[in-house]
């Protein structure tokens, strides 16, 4: 974490030795207690869990930063990356053929619905952008969206058109078809911002990979890590991580 980094620092700077081996010990007893804890996760308690949730899978750009994007909102209750839209049987990372990288999101409809994730959509990437997004190029990073059933189908299409509208004389490329089959990717893609954060992922526990791609938690992290949360969630969680480094209870079970 930057502010530990930082403390750090000053430490040696100011040769304050003694500090820096109290510190070194409570970094010694954090590791010792976040390795020896497993939490469960919490959504598996939570009656929420109880709704069925719903499925949505978009493309928009590389699918690390996709799946920031949407970890982070009320109402996601888990994340996962893939590929998805082309006719390759099994693809991987190096040869995944006509697909799109995509993000798959599971959601609580009565939390979150198909439209305010468009929303999310569109202004999360730039739709315009021909074979490519932002630095990405290559057909993989498409922006497209996949419906399940006809109302789904006839948001995307409008708000498509709002987009367009929007956009004038731009052409948006976006497209839009029926889900077929989503193949998860390998597991070094999944979280993959959170994955990269060595300290939150010891702040919650070190959750086998199982855990960690089916986790809530590590998915709002995920985006956190990327901080791509919503500006006043990015906010709450800087302020709540901060406050259990201080109180040196290294264990985070929920946000
Ligand atoms: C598509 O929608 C139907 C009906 O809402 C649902 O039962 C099904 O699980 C959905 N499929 C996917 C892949 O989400």
Redesign the pocket.
């Known amino acids: 974490m930057k502010q530990s980094d930082r403390k750090l620092c000053i430490y040696y700077n100011h040769h304050h030795y003694t500090l820096l081996v109290v510190y070194m010990m409570w970094l010694l007893s954090m590791n010792i207690v976040v390795l020896g804890i497993r939490i469960p996760d919490r959504i598996q308690k939570d009656p929420k869990d109880e709704v069925v949730v ?2 949505a899978v978009f493309g928009l750009g590389s699918f690390w930063r996709s799946e920031s994007v949407f970890g982070c909102l009320d109402g996601v209750v888990r994340t996962a990356v893939g590929y998805a839209g082309g006719s390759k049987t099994n693809p991987e990372y190096r040869s995944l053929g006509d697909h799109a990288e995509c993000v798959k999101i599971e959601y609580d409809p009565r939390v979150i619905n198909f439209r305010q994730l468009l929303e999310v959509f569109w202004s999360n990437h730039d739709s315009r952008q021909v074979f490519g997004q932002g630095p990405d190029v290559g057909n993989q990073y498409r922006s497209i969206i996949f419906t ?2 006809t109302e789904e189908s006839r948001l995307a299409t409008l708000s498509k058109e709002r987009e367009q509208n929007r956009l004038k004389s731009s052409i948006v490329t976006t497209q839009i078809q029926p ?1 077929g089959p ?1 193949y998860p990717a390998e597991s070094d893609h999944q979280k993959f911002e959170l994955k990269r954060n060595h300290f939150l992922l010891q702040l919650i526990g070190n959750l086998p990979e199982e855990e960690l791609q089916s986790s809530s938690l590590a998915a709002k992290l995920n985006s956190y890590a990327a901080e791509l949360c919503p500006w006043r969630t990015q906010k709450r969680l800087d302020a709540k991580i901060n406050d259990i480094v201080r109180k040196g209870w290294p264990i985070l079970q929920d946000l």
């Open positions: 719903k499925t399940n059933g889900l989503f």
